[in-house]
């Protein structure tokens, strides 16, 4: 039986979008390592380090449940042994996409609304999306 470890998933995910996600410029419309430097090395101030690892989690979060919800779906009409290691895998993948989601809440918290959350509340747009 072929497996893989939860939490080989959530790094892959992780990696996955700091290199391509972090790493493509949209501007020049390529691949541009510099983006994660930036990120890596806090080149361009803990700002904007912070709202990129904070896109990088909810991203790689979302993705994950993505992934533990669809896969099961998938393997019924074409089994796989690699889609039966995520089914195995798939309650420590929904608890990894899960704190990812919770520290991209308070990251934006911190980040977007500099500690204010009454500032998520000043216009019905934005009460109705943190409301879900």
């Given at each position: 039986m072929t497996t893989i470890e939860p939490i080989a998933i959530t790094a892959?995910?992780?990696v996955s979008f700091l290199i391509f996600?972090?790493?493509y410029s949209k501007a020049e419309k390529r691949m541009a390592p510099s983006g994660i430097f930036k990120v890596l090395?806090?080149?361009s101030g803990i700002n904007h380090t912070m709202d990129q690892v904070n896109k990088l989690i909810s991203l790689a979060g979302l993705t994950q449940l993505g992934l533990v919800f669809?896969?099961?779906q998938i393997e019924k009409y074409y089994p796989n042994p690699y889609?039966?290691?995520i089914i195995n895998?798939?309650?420590p993948l929904i608890w990894?996409?899960?704190i990812e989601l919770m520290i991209h809440a308070v990251l934006s918290l911190i980040v977007k609304y500099k500690w204010?959350?009454?500032k998520i509340y000043t216009t019905p747009k934005w009460f109705a999306v943190s409301c879900g």
């Open positions: 892959t995910i992780i996600y972090t790493g090395f806090f080149t669809l896969v099961p889609f039966t290691a895998g798939k309650s990894h996409a899960l204010n959350p009454i």
